[in-house]
């Protein structure tokens, strides 16, 4: 595999141009941000990168009116650390692939990848009100705005989360963001089993109690498994709710974690690092029904793997060795009602299988038309989750 041609255009009229050499010369593109998701998708494409690294400006922060606009390549640490300056925050709470803030806010957005709060804020596509970005055909355009209320026709913000580039190069977004809860309190319920868990997740979620956050860690070793529920919101209101989720969770027992021990826990669940892949080791996020969790949990374990639990048991972290087929873990999901997305494996397992989980057919047909017409000479990223060969 030859190392890829790295672009770095300083604005979107240079991107323009860019896309319509790549498209003269039949040369696939793979947008770069900080790189943090590189090891998602097939390892050998061969590609022109473009890099995103001079689109680094805050272009407007509003804190009064909680919005903020920036651009593509303005890492997530910085913008973290611009909006804890002002008590204020992403709701979705990004999910930060290296645990070290390298990603970008474009590759955040073009992942479309929520962390814990997701149950209670919403996804990623909810908190994004408008975009700038160059189209597969060489060609700049703009979709949403500053505000909520800005949709006439196709809500373009929405498709482009999760699309992963293969649609367009963003280059600018605007985000909703909100204010920093003055309190907040993480329960935790120690030596639940998995079933237990994750029914005791699902009664608290849908309680009165408002739960921000619901996660699972199974036991390890010497190491009990702990159930997580967080409360967010002024003093006695957290106080309150936390009183009334004794009743809910029949009388278990849930002591609370200290600030910093809390901000770890979320931290780790965040960031995958809790199972994360080593060298011999797949690991995998599945999207199922919280009913299925437990079950879903216990075939992991029988195929000698791991697991943890977010979003009340809809989100499941997997580690799996590589002798675990990828259909093997795929048909699992698929029974459960979900779906599996490879985040990191080896090399030569990466290049077995999609990490994308396969689409319906007719799902499938839909991608293909917008895919069609936001870049028709499918110039953008097209093997990264679809063999050269399909």
């Not at 590759?107 to 709060?117: D, K, P, Q, W």
């Not at 975009?131 to 026709?153: H, L």
Request: with cysteine; proline share 5%; glycine share 10%.
């Amino acid at each position: 595999m030859t190392a890829p041609r790295i672009e770095t255009p300083a604005d979107p009229r240079e991107l323009e141009q860019v896309v319509r050499n790549a498209i003269a010369n039949h040369a696939p593109i793979e947008v770069i941000g900080g790189g943090s998701k590189r090891g998602v998708g097939y390892p050998e494409r061969d590609t022109v990168a473009i890099s995103t690294e001079r689109f680094d400006g805050i272009v407007d922060y509003d804190p009064a009116e909680l919005v903020l606009t920036v651009e593509a390549g303005v890492r997530l640490l910085d913008i973290e650390a611009l909006l804890l300056s002002h008590r204020q925050m992403l709701a979705f709470e990004p999910f930060d692939f290296d645990g070290k803030g390298a990603s970008t806010i474009g590759g955040v957005v073009a992942a479309g990848l929520a962390g814990s709060r997701r149950v209670s804020a919403g996804n990623v596509r909810d908190h994004v009100l408008g975009f700038s970005g160059v189209s597969g055909r060489g060609e700049a355009f703009v979709a949403g705005g500053r505000v909520v209320k800005n949709v006439t026709g196709y809500d373009l913000s929405k498709l482009m989360c999760g699309s992963w580039g293969s649609l367009a190069i963003l280059t600018q977004m605007t985000l909703k963001v909100v204010p920093l809860p003055r309190t907040s309190l993480t329960l935790e319920i120690v030596g639940l089993d998995d079933a237990v868990a994750i029914g005791a997740l699902t009664r608290a979620l849908r309680s009165q109690a408002a739960v921000a956050a619901a996660a699972y860690v199974p036991a390890t070793g010497e190491q009990s498994s702990s159930t997580l529920l967080r409360l967010e919101g002024f003093g006695p209101s957290v106080e309150a709710r936390a009183r009334g989720l004794s009743t809910v969770l029949d009388g278990m027992h849930a002591e609370p974690l200290s600030v910093d021990e809390a901000t770890a826990r979320w931290s780790a669940l965040r960031m995958g690092s809790l199972l994360q892949a080593g060298d011999a080791d797949v690991l995998w996020r599945l999207i199922v029904p919280a009913t299925a969790a437990a079950a879903l949990g216990a075939s992991i374990r029988a195929l000698g793997g791991a697991f943890c639990a977010d979003w009340g048991g809809h989100l499941l972290f997997a580690r799996l060795p590589v002798d675990v087929a990828p259909d093997r873990l795929r048909g699992l999901a698929e029974n459960a009602g979900g779906h599996a997305t490879m985040l990191g494996a080896p090399h030569d397992y990466r290049m077995r299988a999609p990490a994308l989980h396969p689409e319906r057919p007719g799902v499938n047909q839909l991608a293909l038309r917008v895919k069609a017409a936001f870049d028709p000479a499918n110039i953008l990223d097209p093997y990264r989750f679809t063999a050269r060969n399909s």
